[in-house]
């Protein structure tokens, strides 16, 4: 069940070469040194969330990431959990670690920017183009 869907946009310094994140921010700009960040000036952070997205991420509920540009798909695991606070006005963030702040919205997630469908990555560095990141809600045995 898709719970939220989020909007972002490219920028000529998306590189998804990070290792362990994804990030997706409501900055307008970026630079080279954000190199997690997969997009930019986005329609949400963290506690922008609606409130039942919110509920089922702190009963640590496994979730689908599905991101789309044009004719591209990709898609991700992580997980919630009961210390999310997902209080960041301005940042969303997605780590395959267990660590958590005000930014942290799934732990434990099976890919990070540099695991990225490249095709995704590479329309992406172009500021019009549109990326979708949707929350798909699943069953802890469904993938």
């Known amino acids: 069940m898709i719970l939220e869907e989020i909007y972002a946009f490219g920028h000529n310094y998306i590189l998804c070469t990070h290792n362990t994140t994804i990030e997706i921010t409501k900055e307008k700009n970026l630079t080279k040194k954000g190199n997690c960040i997969l997009g930019i ?11 039942n997205l919110k509920s089922q991420l702190n009963q640590g509920k496994k979730f689908k990431i599905i991101l789309k540009v044009r004719d591209q798909i990709d898609h991700f695991y992580g997980y919630g959990h009961s210390n999310l606070t997902l209080l960041d006005k301005r940042d969303m963030v997605f780590r395959k670690s267990k660590f958590i702040c005000d930014r942290t919205v799934l732990i434990n997630c099976t890919k990070s920017a540099s695991e990225l469908n490249r ?12 990326l979708s990141i949707l929350f ?6 469904e993938e």
């Open 41 to 51: 000036n986005s329609s949400k952070a963290c506690s922008d969330l609606n409130q």
């Open 136 to 141: 798909e809600k699943l069953e802890e045995d």
């Open 119 to 130: 095709k995704l990555i590479g329309y992406l560095k172009n500021k019009d183009e549109k």
